[in-house]
C-alpha cells in the first residue's frame, strides 16, 4: 500500500506518506470512530481538521470531507486521506481550483448557484438587528460576488477557473477551505 | 556603555568615521559620570580592575611622561607602568603623544593624575574608541543595533565551562551594562523635561492598564477609573477651569493591598494626589537603587539568596530588576512606540511600580515564602516594559535630531485642497459604499470578496479615491494591514497602492500611521506582500514626513534588503529570479521615493544600500533600472555617494544606459552624470566608456525637456575637462547646442550656456559659436535676470570677445553694455563673471576707450566694486581695471575717482590671484600723473615686495612689473630698498620668464640710479 501510494503520489515523498499514513492509522483507531480500523468517519475526520488547521466552519467542512471522500461512502480510506491532503496541502494552483470549486459546488451539479453562495456565505456578516436585514446583506454579498465572477446567475467551473486566475485571491472565495498561507 | 555612547551622547558628525564629542550639557555630565565610575572602579572592584584588555584603549593624550610618579619607568618622551601583563608587555605606555593603557586599574590611576584634565582625556578616549567594550572584552561583545544577545552567549558559556576569564568577563561586561543603563537613565531625565503629556496618549496607557486589572491575585491593580466619564472635545476630562492649569482627567486607582491612590494626570507628568513628590523621582530612585546592588552573584547564588531576602522585599525587587535589565535585551526590539506616548507609558508604569512595591512588600510579609511569583512576574512585565519604553526613547534615532531637518526639499508637495463637492454624488461613490459594508462589517470572507470587487472600479480616478476616502474605508484598509489574515494584507495593499498616487490620500495614509505598519510588513515572509507594501510605501513617501517616518520606523534598512537577490548563482533564469527583480524594483522604486531627503541618503548608504544598486545597474531590465538610476541620481547630490558611483564602476553602466530605449531611464542616467561630473576622474571615466557620444546624441532630442534638461546638464559637467571638449567638437555637440539656444526653458539655458561655456576653452569652438550664429541668442540672455544663467551667459560672450571677429558683433549689438550693467547684479558671482566679461571686450574692442566713457557713471561703478568682500569680484575688476587704465583719458577718470587708494587698500592680501591681477592693475595705474607717488603713500609698496616671496610665477612677473613703475619714483626706491627687494630682485634676474627678468632689472637698475645719485649729490 505505502509503495502504490508512494508511486501515485504527486507532492510527498516516501517518509511524508508513511507519517501520513500512520497518522491515518492511529486516527482510525479511536474508539469514537464509526468504521474502526477502516477509514475515517465525518467527524473524526472533521475534528482532525478543525484541530489541524483551525478550520470551523461547519458548512465547509462537510463540504471538505465529501470533496475527500471520492467514492461518497462515507468514509475516508487511506488512499482518500493521502490523495486529499496532498492537493490540500501541496496542491498546485491548477488542482486547488479544481478542490476549492468541489467544496463550494454544494449538490455536486458543476455550478455554485445564487442558492449555494447563499448557504456558503450565511455567517459572514455579523447579527443585524433584524433577520432579514442580515439576509439582505448577504444577499447583496452573492450579488457582488457574482458581479465579479459572472454574469448569468451562476458560476460554472470555467468562471471560477477564469476568475481564480485573473486574482488568487478569490480562490477561498466562498470560504477557507484550505491551510492558511504563511 | 555603549548604548549610552551611541544614542545618547551627542556626536558632532553623526555616522562614519571618527566624530568629535560635542560640548554640551548632556554630553558632560555623560563623561563625569563615566569618570567617576571608572575612578571608583580599582577601589570597589580591585578584582576586576587587573583584567588586561583584550586589546589597550589608544588615543592622543595631553598629558605628558612627567605627570606620571613612582610607579612607572620614565625617560624623555615614553613613560610605562611597571605593572605587566602575563606576557610582559606594560599596562600603561606612553609613547609621544600616544597613550595606551590596558586595564581598569592603570586608566583610574591614570586620571588620579591627569586632575583638571579628567575630563579631556575621557573625552578623547571615547572619540578614539567609539565602542570601547569591543576593546576591552572582545569584537564579540561589541553593541549592537537591535537585539543583543552576547549576555545570553556569556551565559551559555559559564555554564558549558567553569572558567574564571568568563566569568571576569561577564563580570566586567555587567559592570559596563549598569553604567550604561545610569547614563541612559540620566540622559532619559534630561530629555523627559522637554515631554509633555496629551490626553490621548493617556487614554492609551489607560486602556492598556485596564487590561490588566480586575479582580484576581494574577492582575497588577483591582480597577483603574476615570473620575470622570464625559470628555471633552479635546479629550480632556477635566473641567475645562482645571484645564487652563493643564490638568488633563484624574483617575481613581485600586491596589490590591491599600487604599484607593488619587491620581492626577496633567499635561506636565502624573502626579498622585496629596504627594507632591514627582512619581519620576520614584522611580529614579527604584532604578538607581538597583544599579548600587551588586551583580557579583551567579544565577544560582541569586535564586539563594532570593529566598534569603526575601523578607526584605525591596532587595528582591532589585534582585529582580537587575534581571529584567539583563533581559531587557530581547525586548528591545519592540520600539514602535512613538517618543511621546512612550514617556508617557513610563509615567504611568512608575505608577505601577511604586504600588506595586507597596504591594509585593505587605504581602511577602504574609505569605512568607510563598510570595506570589505571579506577581513578580507581573511586575517584571511591567518594568519590563519600562525598560523597553526607556530604551525607546534613547534607541529611536533621532531622539536628538535637529527637528529643523537639512532635508532638501524642491518638489515638495503640498496636499490639494478639496474641491467643491458637487450635490449629485457619482454612481461609484453608491458602489463603494456597497462595498465597504463588507469591509468594515464582514468576516475574513466577505472582506476579500469586497477588496477584490472593489479593484474593478477605476481606482486612478478621483472619484473612487475620494469616495474611499471618504466612507473612511482607508482607515479600514489600514486596519486590515493589521489583522491575521495575509490574504486581507494583500487586498488592501493592492487597492492602497493604486489610491496612493493621490496627494491627499498620501497624506491620510500617513496621518493614519500606515506607514508604520507597512514598514513591519517589508518583514513579511511573503514576497507578494512585500513587494505591494514597498510600492505603496513608494507612492506614499511623496513628502517629507512620510520620508521621515519611513525612516524612523528603519524601513530605509528593510528596503534596502529587499534588493538582496536571494538567488544568486542559479544559473537558470527560474522564476525566482523574476519574484527577485519584482522584488528589487519595488524596493528600488521605494528607496527612490525616500532619497529625496538627505538622511534617508544617509541612510541607505548605511545600510549597505549602494553596492546593491551598483549591482542591479548591471541587468538589464528597464522596469528595474529606472528606479535604481533614479534613486543614484537624486543621491548623487551627496559627495560620498558620487564617490562611490565611481569606485564601484557605475559610471560604465550609467553610460551604457544612456543609450537604452527608455527616455526617463536615459534621463536618470544623464542626471547622475551630470551631478557626478564635478569631479574629474568621474569626467574621464565618462569619456573612456564612450559616454560622450550617446549624450551628443541625445541632444537631437529636444521635445523631451526633463532629459534635455540632463542630457545639457550632463554635457556641461563634462566638458569642463579639456580632452572631452575635444570629443564634443568630434560629435559636433558645440553646433548643435547653439541652435538649441532659442526658445528654451531657462533650467535647460543654464546648462546650454553653461556647456557652451566649456567648450569655449577650445578657441576653434568660439569661432563655431560665431559661425553658427550663437552669439545674438547670447547676448540677448544678458538682460535676464537667473543669476544661474547670467553666470553662465557671461562666461561664455567673454570667451567669445577674446576674438576678434565675435567681439565686432557683440559690440554691434550692444554687449558690453549690457555686461556693464550686470555690475550692478547684487550678486556677486554675477559681477565678478561680468567683470570677467569685460576684460577680453575692452581688449579687442576697437575704440575700446571711446566705447567705456560712452557708459555714463560706469567707471564709478566698477571703481566702487573694489570695495566688495568678495575675492573673486575684486579679482575680476582688478583685471578690468588693468584693461580701463590702457586708456590713458579712462585712467585719468578712474585716478579721479580714487583707484590709488582702493587699490592701495587691498594690497595686504594673501591671495595669489588677487595679487597678481592687483599688481597688474597698480602697474598700469603708475602710468598717470603722480600715481606712484600716491601709491607710496598710500602703503601699498611695502606689501607688493612681500608678493616676490609668493610660490606662484605669475604673481612674480605682475610684481616685478609693478615695481619697476613704482620704482621711478625715489621715494618708493627708498621704501623698496628698505623691504629687502634687491635680494629677491636678484634672483628674479636669473628667470627664464624674459618680462619679469625685464622688469625686475629695470626696477634694480632704476633703484641703483638713485643710490649714484644720492652718493653723487653727497660727495660732489
Given at each position: 500500500?505505502?509503495?502504490?501510494?508512494?508511486?501515485?503520489?504527486?507532492?510527498?515523498?516516501?517518509?511524508?506518506?508513511?507519517?501520513?499514513?500512520?497518522?491515518?492509522?492511529?486516527?482510525?483507531?479511536?474508539?469514537?470512530?464509526?468504521?474502526?480500523?477502516?477509514?475515517?468517519?465525518?467527524?473524526?475526520?472533521?475534528?482532525?481538521?478543525?484541530?489541524?488547521?483551525?478550520?470551523?466552519?461547519?458548512?465547509?467542512?462537510?463540504?471538505?470531507?465529501?470533496?475527500?471522500?471520492?467514492?461518497?461512502?462515507?468514509?475516508?480510506?487511506?488512499?482518500?486521506?493521502?490523495?486529499?491532503?496532498?492537493?490540500?496541502?501541496?496542491?498546485?494552483?491548477?488542482?486547488?481550483?479544481?478542490?476549492?470549486?468541489?467544496?463550494?459546488?454544494?449538490?455536486?451539479?458543476?455550478?455554485?448557484?445564487?442558492?449555494?453562495?447563499?448557504?456558503?456565505?450565511?455567517?459572514?456578516?455579523?447579527?443585524?438587528?433584524?433577520?432579514?436585514?442580515?439576509?439582505?446583506?448577504?444577499?447583496?454579498?452573492?450579488?457582488?460576488?457574482?458581479?465579479?465572477?459572472?454574469?448569468?446567475?451562476?458560476?460554472?467551473?470555467?468562471?471560477f477557473e477564469t476568475t481564480v486566475r485573473d486574482d488568487y485571491l478569490l480562490l477561498e472565495a466562498f470560504g477557507p477551505c484550505l491551510p492558511d498561507i504563511k | 556603555m555603549g548604548t549610552a555612547l551611541a544614542r545618547a551622547a551627542q556626536w558632532t558628525a553623526a555616522g562614519s568615521g571618527t566624530g568629535t564629542l560635542e560640548i554640551t550639557p548632556l554630553n558632560e555630565s555623560l563623561l563625569n559620570q563615566i569618570i567617576k565610575f571608572v575612578e571608583d572602579f580599582s577601589s570597589r572592584h580591585p578584582q576586576e580592575a587587573a583584567f588586561v584588555f583584550r586589546e589597550p584603549l589608544e588615543w592622543e593624550t595631553q598629558l605628558s611622561s612627567s605627570v606620571f610618579g613612582e610607579d612607572y619607568e620614565i625617560n624623555d618622551e615614553t613613560a610605562q607602568s611597571k605593572a605587566k601583563d602575563k606576557d610582559g608587555k606594560p599596562l600603561l605606555l606612553l609613547t609621544g603623544s600616544t597613550l595606551r593603557v590596558r586595564s581598569f586599574d592603570q586608566l583610574s590611576r591614570l586620571l588620579e593624575v591627569a586632575v583638571e584634565k579628567k575630563l579631556k582625556e575621557v573625552q578623547a578616549c571615547l572619540e578614539a574608541n567609539r565602542d570601547p567594550i569591543v576593546k576591552i572584552l572582545g569584537p564579540a561583545y561589541g553593541t549592537v543595533e537591535g537585539e543583543d544577545r552576547s549576555m545570553l552567549h556569556l551565559l551559555d558559556k559559564v555554564k558549558r565551562d567553569d572558567d574564571t576569564e568568563t566569568e571576569m568577563k561577564i563580570k566586567i561586561f555587567v559592570f559596563l551594562h549598569q553604567l550604561d543603563l545610569q547614563l541612559l537613565n540620566s540622559a532619559l531625565k534630561q530629555i523627559s523635561q522637554h515631554v509633555r503629556l496629551n490626553p490621548a496618549a493617556i487614554d492609551n496607557e489607560v486602556n492598556l492598564l485596564k487590561n490588566f486589572s480586575g479582580k484576581g491575585e494574577d492582575t497588577v491593580l483591582k480597577s483603574l477609573q476615570y473620575t470622570s466619564d464625559y470628555v471633552f472635545f479635546n479629550g480632556c476630562r477635566a473641567p475645562p477651569w482645571r484645564q487652563v492649569h493643564g490638568e488633563v482627567c484624574y483617575l481613581v486607582i485600586k491596589p490590591h493591598d491599600t487604599g484607593p491612590l488619587y491620581i492626577t494626570c496633567s499635561t506636565a507628568g502624573v502626579f498622585l494626589n496629596g504627594v507632591s513628590m514627582k512619581l519620576a523621582v520614584i522611580?529614579?530612585?527604584?532604578?538607581?537603587?538597583?544599579?548600587?546592588?551588586?551583580?557579583?552573584?551567579?544565577?544560582?547564588?541569586?535564586?539563594?539568596?532570593?529566598?534569603?531576602?526575601?523578607?526584605?522585599?525591596?532587595?528582591?525587587?532589585?534582585?529582580?530588576?537587575?534581571?529584567?535589565?539583563?533581559?531587557?535585551?530581547?525586548?528591545?526590539?519592540?520600539?514602535?512606540?512613538?517618543?511621546?506616548?512612550?514617556?508617557?507609558?513610563?509615567?504611568?508604569?512608575?505608577?505601577?511600580?511604586?504600588?506595586?512595591?507597596?504591594?509585593?512588600?505587605?504581602?511577602?510579609?504574609?505569605?512568607?515564602?510563598?510570595?506570589?511569583?505571579?506577581?513578580?512576574?507581573?511586575?517584571?512585565?511591567?518594568?519590563?516594559?519600562?525598560?523597553?519604553?526607556?530604551?525607546?526613547?534613547?534607541?529611536?534615532?533621532?531622539?536628538?535630531?535637529?527637528?529643523?531637518?537639512?532635508?532638501?526639499?524642491?518638489?515638495?508637495?503640498?496636499?490639494?485642497?478639496?474641491?467643491?463637492?458637487?450635490?449629485?454624488?457619482?454612481?461609484?461613490?453608491?458602489?463603494?459604499?456597497?462595498?465597504?459594508?463588507?469591509?468594515?462589517?464582514?468576516?475574513?470572507?466577505?472582506?476579500?470578496?469586497?477588496?477584490?470587487?472593489?479593484?474593478?472600479?477605476?481606482?486612478?480616478?478621483?472619484?473612487?479615491?475620494?469616495?474611499?476616502?471618504?466612507?473612511?474605508?482607508?482607515?479600514?484598509?489600514?486596519?486590515?494591514?493589521?489583522?491575521?489574515?495575509?490574504?486581507?494584507?494583500?487586498?488592501?495593499?493592492?487597492?492602497?497602492?493604486?489610491?496612493?498616487?493621490?496627494?491627499?490620500?498620501?497624506?491620510?495614509?500617513?496621518?493614519?500611521?500606515?506607514l508604520q505598519i507597512m514598514v513591519k510588513i517589508l518583514d513579511s515572509p511573503s514576497q507578494d506582500l512585500r513587494c505591494l507594501a514597498a510600492e505603496t510605501i513608494a507612492n506614499v513617501a511623496k513628502f517629507k514626513e512620510a520620508r521621515k517616518t519611513v525612516r524612523q520606523h528603519g524601513g530605509i534598512k528593510r528596503l534596502v534588503r529587499l534588493l538582496e537577490c536571494t538567488s544568486v548563482g542559479s544559473t537558470s533564469p527560474t522564476t525566482y529570479q523574476v519574484k527577485d527583480t519584482e522584488m528589487a524594483r519595488c524596493g528600488a522604486l521605494a528607496l527612490w521615493s525616500c532619497s529625496k531627503s538627505t538622511r534617508n541618503k544617509e541612510a541607505i548608504r548605511a545600510a549597505g544600500g549602494i553596492p546593491l544598486l551598483a549591482r542591479w545597474l548591471?541587468?538589464?531590465?528597464?522596469?528595474?533600472?529606472?528606479?535604481?538610476?533614479?534613486?543614484?541620481?537624486?543621491?548623487?547630490?551627496?559627495?560620498?555617494?558620487?564617490?562611490?558611483?565611481?569606485?564601484?564602476?557605475?559610471?560604465?553602466?550609467?553610460?551604457?544606459?544612456?543609450?537604452?530605449?527608455?527616455?526617463?531611464?536615459?534621463?536618470?542616467?544623464?542626471?547622475?552624470?551630470?551631478?557626478?561630473?564635478?569631479?574629474?576622474?568621474?569626467?574621464?571615466?565618462?569619456?573612456?566608456?564612450?559616454?560622450?557620444?550617446?549624450?551628443?546624441?541625445?541632444?537631437?532630442?529636444?521635445?523631451?525637456?526633463?532629459?534635455?534638461?540632463?542630457?545639457?546638464?550632463?554635457?556641461?559637467?563634462?566638458?569642463?575637462?579639456?580632452?572631452?571638449?575635444?570629443?564634443?567638437?568630434?560629435?559636433?555637440?558645440?553646433?548643435?547646442?547653439?541652435?538649441?539656444?532659442?526658445?528654451?526653458p531657462e533650467e535647460i539655458l543654464v546648462n546650454i550656456v553653461g556647456a557652451l561655456g566649456e567648450c569655449c576653452q577650445e578657441t576653434a569652438n568660439r569661432s563655431v559659436i560665431r559661425r553658427c550664429g550663437g552669439i545674438p541668442p547670447l547676448v540677448k540672455l544678458l538682460s535676464g535676470t537667473n543669476q544661474a544663467l547670467l553666470v553662465n551667459v557671461t562666461k561664455t560672450v567673454g570667451a567669445c570677445a577674446t576674438e576678434p571677429e565675435s567681439m565686432i558683433i557683440i559690440d554691434r549689438l550692444d554687449g558690453v553694455r549690457l555686461l556693464w550693467s550686470l555690475l550692478k547684479n547684487p550678486n556677486p558671482d554675477v559681477q565678478?563673471?561680468?567683470?570677467?566679461?569685460?576684460?577680453?571686450?575692452?581688449?579687442?574692442?576697437?575704440?575700446?576707450?571711446?566705447?567705456?566713457?560712452?557708459?555714463?557713471?560706469?567707471?564709478?561703478?566698477?571703481?566702487?566694486?573694489?570695495?566688495?568682500?568678495?575675492?573673486?569680484?575684486?579679482?575680476?575688476?582688478?583685471?578690468?581695471?588693468?584693461?580701463?587704465?590702457?586708456?590713458?583719458?579712462?585712467?585719468?577718470?578712474?585716478?579721479?575717482?580714487?583707484?590709488?587708494?582702493?587699490?592701495?587698500?587691498?594690497?595686504?592680501?594673501?591671495?595669489?590671484?588677487?595679487?597678481?591681477?592687483?599688481?597688474?592693475?597698480?602697474?598700469?595705474?603708475?602710468?598717470?600723473?603722480?600715481?606712484?607717488?600716491?601709491?607710496?603713500?598710500?602703503?601699498?609698496?611695502?606689501?607688493?615686495?612681500?608678493?616676490?616671496?609668493?610660490?606662484?610665477?605669475?604673481v612674480h612677473r605682475a610684481t616685478a612689473q609693478a615695481l619697476y613703475h613704482l620704482s621711478e619714483d625715489p621715494n618708493n626706491c627708498i621704501t623698496m630698498h628698505e623691504s629687502g627687494v634687491v635680494k629677491l630682485l636678484l634672483v628674479m634676474v636669473g628667470s627664464t620668464d624674459e618680462t619679469l627678468q625685464e622688469a625686475a632689472a629695470g626696477c634694480i637698475a632704476n633703484i641703483r640710479r638713485l643710490a649714484l645719485a644720492t652718493e653723487k649729490a653727497k660727495y660732489g
Open positions: 500500500l505505502l509503495d502504490s501510494l508512494t508511486r501515485s503520489s504527486k507532492h510527498f515523498n516516501k517518509g511524508e506518506v508513511e507519517c501520513l499514513v500512520k497518522l491515518f492509522n492511529r486516527l482510525a483507531a479511536e474508539p469514537s470512530n464509526h468504521f474502526v480500523n477502516v477509514g475515517l468517519d465525518r467527524n473524526v475526520f472533521k475534528d482532525v481538521m478543525h484541530r489541524t488547521f483551525g478550520m470551523t466552519d461547519d458548512v465547509i467542512l462537510d463540504r471538505v470531507f465529501r470533496t475527500f471522500d471520492k467514492d461518497n461512502n462515507n468514509c475516508i480510506s487511506a488512499v482518500e486521506w493521502v490523495e486529499g491532503l496532498s492537493v490540500f496541502l501541496r496542491g498546485t494552483l491548477e488542482e486547488k481550483i479544481k478542490y476549492c470549486f468541489q467544496v463550494y459546488d454544494l449538490n455536486g451539479d458543476g455550478y455554485i448557484s445564487r442558492d449555494e453562495m447563499f448557504q456558503l456565505l450565511k455567517y459572514c456578516l455579523p447579527k443585524q438587528p433584524s433577520e432579514e436585514d442580515t439576509d439582505e446583506g448577504i444577499k447583496d454579498l452573492v450579488d457582488i460576488a457574482l458581479k465579479k465572477m459572472d454574469h448569468d446567475g451562476k458560476i460554472s467551473f470555467m468562471d | 522611580m529614579s530612585s527604584i532604578l538607581s537603587y538597583c544599579h548600587n546592588t551588586s551583580y557579583k552573584t551567579s544565577p544560582g547564588q541569586r535564586e539563594r539568596l532570593l529566598h534569603a531576602t526575601y523578607g526584605f522585599s525591596s532587595h528582591i525587587l532589585c534582585h529582580r530588576m537587575a534581571e529584567a535589565i539583563c533581559l531587557y535585551e530581547t525586548v528591545r526590539k519592540d520600539t514602535g512606540v512613538e517618543r511621546k506616548s512612550s514617556t508617557v507609558s513610563l509615567k504611568f508604569k512608575k505608577k505601577a511600580i511604586s504600588s506595586e512595591s507597596v504591594k509585593i512588600q505587605s504581602s511577602s510579609k504574609r505569605y512568607g515564602l510563598l510570595i506570589s511569583y505571579s506577581l513578580i512576574f507581573k511586575f517584571l512585565f511591567s518594568l519590563l516594559t519600562v525598560i523597553v519604553t526607556l530604551f525607546s526613547i534613547c534607541t529611536t534615532p533621532d531622539m536628538f535630531e535637529d527637528e529643523s531637518s537639512s532635508e532638501t526639499e524642491e518638489d515638495e508637495e503640498q496636499p490639494v485642497c478639496l474641491q467643491e463637492r458637487s450635490t449629485d454624488l457619482p454612481p461609484e461613490y453608491w458602489g463603494i459604499q456597497k462595498l465597504a459594508k463588507y469591509l468594515k462589517g464582514g468576516n475574513a470572507t466577505a472582506t476579500v470578496i469586497a477588496l477584490c470587487s472593489m479593484r474593478d472600479f477605476n481606482l486612478a480616478q478621483d472619484t473612487c479615491q475620494m469616495a474611499i476616502r471618504d466612507l473612511e474605508c482607508l482607515e479600514v484598509l489600514i486596519n486590515l494591514l493589521e489583522t491575521e489574515e495575509i490574504r486581507c494584507h494583500i487586498g488592501s495593499l493592492r487597492i492602497l497602492k493604486e489610491i496612493s498616487r493621490n496627494s491627499m490620500i498620501r497624506h491620510a495614509i500617513s496621518d493614519l500611521g500606515g548591471r541587468c538589464s531590465h528597464v522596469d528595474i533600472l529606472t528606479p535604481v538610476a533614479g534613486t543614484l541620481q537624486e543621491c548623487a547630490s551627496e559627495p560620498s555617494y558620487r564617490l562611490a558611483i565611481r569606485m564601484e564602476g557605475m559610471i560604465q553602466y550609467l553610460v551604457k544606459n544612456l543609450s537604452s530605449e527608455s527616455e526617463e531611464l536615459q534621463m536618470h542616467c544623464a542626471n547622475a552624470i551630470f551631478k557626478c561630473g564635478e569631479d574629474k576622474e568621474t569626467r574621464d571615466l565618462v569619456r573612456q566608456h564612450g559616454g560622450l557620444q550617446p549624450l551628443s546624441a541625445l541632444l537631437s532630442n529636444s521635445e523631451n525637456k526633463e532629459l534635455l534638461a540632463a542630457v545639457t546638464g550632463a554635457i556641461w559637467k563634462c566638458a569642463i575637462s579639456g580632452e572631452n571638449v575635444s570629443k564634443f567638437q568630434e560629435y559636433k555637440a558645440v553646433e548643435t547646442l547653439v541652435e538649441l539656444l532659442p526658445d528654451q565678478a563673471s561680468a567683470a570677467w566679461a569685460i576684460c577680453p571686450c575692452i581688449e579687442n574692442a576697437k575704440d575700446s576707450g571711446e566705447m567705456v566713457r560712452s557708459f555714463v557713471g560706469g567707471l564709478e561703478l566698477i571703481i566702487n566694486l573694489l570695495k566688495s568682500k568678495n575675492k573673486e569680484v575684486l579679482t575680476s575688476v582688478c583685471a578690468a581695471i588693468t584693461n580701463i587704465a590702457k586708456d590713458e583719458e579712462n585712467l585719468a577718470v578712474i585716478t579721479d575717482h580714487g583707484v590709488v587708494s582702493l587699490l592701495s587698500k587691498l594690497a595686504n592680501t594673501k591671495n595669489d590671484k588677487l595679487r597678481r591681477h592687483l599688481a597688474e592693475a597698480i602697474s598700469h595705474c603708475c602710468k598717470w600723473g603722480s600715481n606712484r607717488l600716491t601709491f607710496g603713500e598710500n602703503k601699498a609698496v611695502a606689501p607688493l615686495v612681500r608678493y616676490l616671496k609668493s610660490s606662484d610665477p605669475s
